[in-house]
């Protein structure tokens, strides 16, 4: 099913027992059963005001799309979206939509915020065939409940996106990345460091025993800040930074292996890779930890108990371990009654997140 418009998608909602929603394919996990709908017939740029900073477009809209739109300004989605293509080994172009509904959030994340706190409005349709509009299309927007953010990060299970407000940052001046050979330990150390700093960083990441961190903004600030980093962290040299291999986890993209993505204190991410023996990128000062796990049998979720959250992104043939962390008995009821509350009926990707 492709509906192009927000009535036929209500009907194909009401018309149906089970369904999985999809925008562009590139960014799903887990596994749900049903007859796929798909989101890409709701697709443009309805507003766009770079004056204002904000665009709206329809959930189906190519991520390209909205990115070559920004860029015609010199402007862009602050929180710098992951491609997971290379990684996950999907074909496809990744939705506006799809995009919210994962949360997708990269480097920047640390200084602007995740995806959901880029958002502005968000129209969806309910288990029942309701239209549901909350928020709105500019930023001093004032709401009751935020289901603006209720729907961002919640893989389609509680309804299907069919537009969403935004919004949008300008690019900046200039750029910079500041890199040192580090270990783990003291690489992450330092990015912690700098991070608790008030020069505004924008990036700090550890990959293949490099530490990085970025800074962005007007040219005189950006070396200003450049030069009182290096007079902290003492032998850091400005070079070039791949942040696109960071932001896509690009050096496991094309190797063998279950890929984890865990969420921990930053302060504990090296004792966690230490215990686990698995090779690693760390991005948000060790707040985000990608793991390559040739064998798929590591036991990644009882070195992170109590510590954060693991997700399997990318799981081995035959390999039955959930895509998601267990939720504490808490979580699972509230998460039950939102269910309840919005998919009445359970049509939407059911067992996709456990």
């Known amino acids: 099913m492709r509906p192009a418009t927000e009535a036929e998608l209500s009907e194909a909602i009401l018309g149906s027992k089970a369904l999985v929603v999809q925008g562009g394919g590139t960014r799903t996990i887990g596994a749900a059963v049903g007859e796929v709908l798909q989101t890409s017939g709701l697709s443009g740029v309805e507003l766009y005001e770079p004056g204002a900073l904000t665009l709206v477009a329809r959930a189906g809209t190519p991520l390209a799309e909205i990115e ?60 029942a065939g309701q239209i549901i509009k909350n928020g709105g299309r500019v930023m001093k927007n004032v709401t009751g409940y935020d289901l603006v953010k209720l729907m961002a990060g919640s893989h389609g299970s509680l309804g299907v996106i069919s537009e969403l407000a935004f919004k949008v940052q300008a690019v900046p001046e200039a750029q910079l990345t500041l890199v040192a050979e580090r270990g783990i330990i003291e690489g992450l150390a330092d990015l912690r460091k700098a991070l608790g700093s008030p020069y505004d960083i924008s990036g700090a990441a550890w990959m293949a025993g490099r530490a990085m961190i970025r800074i962005e903004g007007m040219a005189g600030s950006v070396a200003y800040r450049a ?30 292996g279950a890929v984890w993505r865990l969420a921990v204190k930053p302060t504990e991410a090296a004792g966690i890779i230490a215990a686990l023996g698995l090779e690693a990128i760390c991005d948000w000062g060790g707040g985000l930890i990608w793991l390559l796990d040739p064998a798929g049998s590591a036991p990644v979720r009882a070195a992170v108990a109590g510590l954060g959250s693991a997700t399997l992104l990318r799981s081995l043939p035959g390999q039955s371990t959930p895509s998601f962390q267990p939720e504490a008995a808490g979580i699972v009821a509230l998460s039950r009654a939102l269910r309840a509350q919005f998919d009445p009926r359970g049509v939407f990707n059911q067992g996709i997140m456990g």
């Open 68 to 127: 070559a739109v920004l860029a015609g300004e010199r402007q862009r989605l602050a929180f710098e979206v992951p491609d997971m293509r290379g990684l996950l080994r999907r074909e496809g172009a990744s939705t506006l939509g799809g995009v919210v509904a994962v949360n997708a959030s990269g480097p920047r994340r640390l200084q602007v915020g995740a995806c959901r706190d880029a958002l502005l409005g968000v129209r969806f349709v309910d288990g």
């Open 227 to 256: 030069t009182q980093l290096r007079g902290l962290l003492g032998d850091w040299q400005e070079a070039a930074g791949d942040w696109s291999a960071v932001r896509d986890v690009t050096p496991f993209a094309a190797r063998d």
